[in-house]
């Protein structure tokens, strides 16, 4: 895995695809997922990827902050000076 500053959303999870293992047994297990910032959800994706291949069971996903202005480009929403436009 190579550092994904400035790589596009599909460049982050072509990055980090198969990148992670749950470190520890977690088959039946409820799982709450955490992460500091979201950019793209490439990483959180990985995680819940990694986590229900090991046989657990993700039933919720929280980020602390977000980078709203590049997900909201990346889906193709019109932005003007960091806000919507309708």
């Known amino acids: 895995m190579r550092d994904a500053v400035g790589l596009s959303s599909a460049?982050?999870?072509?990055?980090?695809s198969g990148v992670m293992r749950a470190s520890r047994d977690v088959a039946g297990q409820v799982v709450?997922?955490?992460?500091?910032?979201?950019?793209?959800?490439a990483?959180?994706?990985e995680a819940v990827r990694a986590i229900e291949?090991?046989?657990g069971v993700v039933v919720?996903?929280?980020a602390i902050a977000a980078t709203p202005r590049r997900f909201r480009e990346e889906?193709?929403?019109?932005?003007?000076?960091?806000?919507e436009v309708s």
């Open 11 to 16: 460049q982050r999870a072509r990055n980090i």
């Open 32 to 41: 709450v997922l955490a992460d500091d910032i979201v950019t793209t959800g």
């Open 43 to 45: 990483t959180m994706r």
């Open 53 to 55: 291949a090991a046989g």
């Open 60 to 62: 919720a996903r929280a």
């Open 75 to 83: 889906q193709g929403e019109s932005l003007h000076n960091g806000t």
